[in-house]
């Protein structure tokens, strides 16, 4: 090999004065090259760059795939619970009628205290907030359907639903989570046990009746603070208020509230149960996934909402 000529040399062939760098390089199979002014030259290596950083427009992207691949299996959860709801509704006696029971006392039974107080410290402030603004102008009777028509058709089944979502909701995607990272869901689909029979359905028809009942006891107390309160803030007695009440008030309006919550009710099981079923393998995915449970549920149940009061408007009721 000509010292005028570049060439690369292997491990073999490097002459006895290769310095102790270039010798480490050719036992690692590194290139080393002797350069025309008489001298070993390399280069180290190469250092890998840094992956560029994620611009709006990837993070958009990124998001979007994700929210919909989400949605997809969404989809998929319900098909597969209306599937198994569609057979037992043909077959009752495959229905854990104990467990049924069990979820309607946790869910329902349970939860008529902290709903119960809420609503009526709701009836309150609406009857305050009112009353402050009707005595003005000699209207103070009309407080009664100012804090009839907030309970029953708003107030009631939102606050219900709200409260359940965070309450059962959590519960749900918590039970579920703990056992797929226990793998108790993968040994019921071994011994050939549905899980969304045997875990999601009790909770889907406990919840579908209790919320509703829930709500009526909303109307209840609520409409119970707006009478304490026009009581003490416009001497509106008692009796006076019931039997305006009864005469103005429609019964569309209770059963438009219960309606709603009795959607509620299906949207807050199936968020729960279905982020549940997303858990992988920690505890912290347990935790993750039933704040995402939450979250989500009273989202949704704000957009259904929102979106009963669209439609009501424009069916005129």
């Known amino acids: 090999m000509s010292p005028a000529d570049p060439a690369t040399v292997t491990p073999s062939a490097a002459p006895p004065a290769?310095?102790?760098?270039?010798?480490?390089?050719?036992?690692?199979?590194?290139?080393?090259?002797?350069?025309?002014?008489?001298?070993?030259?390399?280069?180290?290596?190469?250092?890998t760059p840094p992956p560029p950083p994620d611009g709006l427009l990837r993070l958009t992207g990124k998001f979007t795939v994700t929210a919909g691949q989400q949605v997809l299996d969404l989809l998929a959860f319900v098909g597969g619970v209306a599937t198994v709801a569609a057979g037992t509704l043909r077959h009752p006696?495959?229905?854990?009628?104990?467990?049924?029971?069990?979820?309607?006392?946790?869910?329902?039974?349970?939860?008529?205290?902290?709903?119960?107080?809420?609503?009526?410290?709701?009836?309150?402030?609406?009857?305050?907030?009112?009353?402050?603004?009707?005595?003005?102008?000699?209207?103070?009777?009309?407080?009664?359907?100012?804090?009839?028509?907030?309970?029953?058709?708003?107030?009631?089944?939102?606050?219900?639903?709200?409260?359940?979502?965070?309450?059962?909701?959590?519960?749900?995607?918590?039970?579920?989570?703990?056992?797929?990272?226990?793998?108790?869901?993968?040994?019921?689909?071994?011994?050939?046990?549905?899980?969304?029979?045997?875990?999601?359905?009790?909770k889907v028809f406990a919840l579908a009746v209790a919320l509703p009942l829930l709500t009526v006891f909303a109307d209840i107390t609520g409409v119970f603070g707006g009478m304490v309160m026009a009581r003490t803030q416009l001497d509106i007695g008692f009796t006076e208020f019931a039997d305006r009440f009864g005469t103005v008030m429609q019964g569309s309006a209770l059963l438009l509230g219960v309606g709603k919550s009795l959607v509620f009710a299906c949207i807050i099981t199936g968020i729960g149960c279905f982020q549940g079923f997303r858990t992988a393998g920690s505890a912290d995915s347990v935790g993750r996934q039933t704040t995402l449970a939450v979250v989500q549920a009273i989202f949704l149940v704000i957009v259904a909402d929102a979106l009963f009061s669209v439609v009501f408007n424009l069916l005129d009721l």
């Open 93 to 202: 006696g495959r229905m854990r009628w104990r467990a049924v029971l069990r979820e309607f006392e946790i869910g329902g039974f349970d939860a008529l205290a902290i709903i119960g107080l809420t609503s009526f410290l709701i009836g309150v402030v609406v009857a305050y907030q009112g009353a402050d603004q009707l005595k003005h102008y000699g209207a103070n009777v009309f407080v009664v359907e100012l804090v009839g028509y907030a309970m029953l058709r708003e107030f009631a089944p939102l606050i219900g639903a709200i409260i359940i979502a965070g309450r059962s909701g959590s519960a749900y995607a918590a039970q579920i989570g703990t056992m797929v990272v226990n793998e108790e869901i993968d040994a019921m689909r071994t011994i050939a046990i549905n899980p969304q029979e045997r875990l999601v359905l009790p």
């Open 18 to 47: 290769v310095p102790s760098a270039a010798t480490a390089r050719l036992t690692q199979g590194l290139p080393v090259t002797w350069a025309a002014d008489g001298g070993w030259t390399w280069q180290g290596p190469r250092a």
